[in-house]
Nanobody, 123 residues
């Protein structure tokens, strides 16, 4: 089983930045497609970003609009989400997820989830 632990959330003013981290267990992290999702109160969980196993390909939701960057460090078993120009609408619990399949088409559907980290953006 894959275990994921998010960190780096907090309170920030509009226009500020945060960097989220997700540490993964297991010796096969380098083969996982990794994702970030978020969920605001009263809303469905929504996709934010994804990254291929070697970091060569990335995928972003339209609302990111160049503000967020997903990256990974396989030597540290960690995926990151750099969030700039944050807006109150970005307030949510942010979750990382792992797709551990070694073959198959890319989909925005991780099979393992972390516990989430709260991001609050004040106006």
């Amino acid at each position: 089983q894959v275990q994921l632990v998010e960190s780096g959330g907090g309170l920030v003013q509009a226009g500020g930045s945060l960097r989220l981290s997700c540490a993964a267990s297991g010796r096969t992290f380098s083969s996982y497609v990794m994702h970030w999702f978020r969920q605001a109160p009263g809303k469905e969980r929504e996709f934010v970003a994804g990254i291929s196993w070697n970091g060569g390909s990335t995928d972003y939701a339209d609302f990111v609009k160049g503000r967020f960057t997903i990256s990974r460090d396989n030597d540290k078993n960690t995926v990151y989400l750099q969030m700039n120009s944050l807006e109150p609408e970005d307030t949510a619990v942010y979750y990382c997820g792992a797709d551990i399949r070694r073959q198959g088409n890319y989909v925005r559907k991780p099979s393992y989830w972390g516990q989430g980290t709260q991001v609050t953006v004040s106006s």
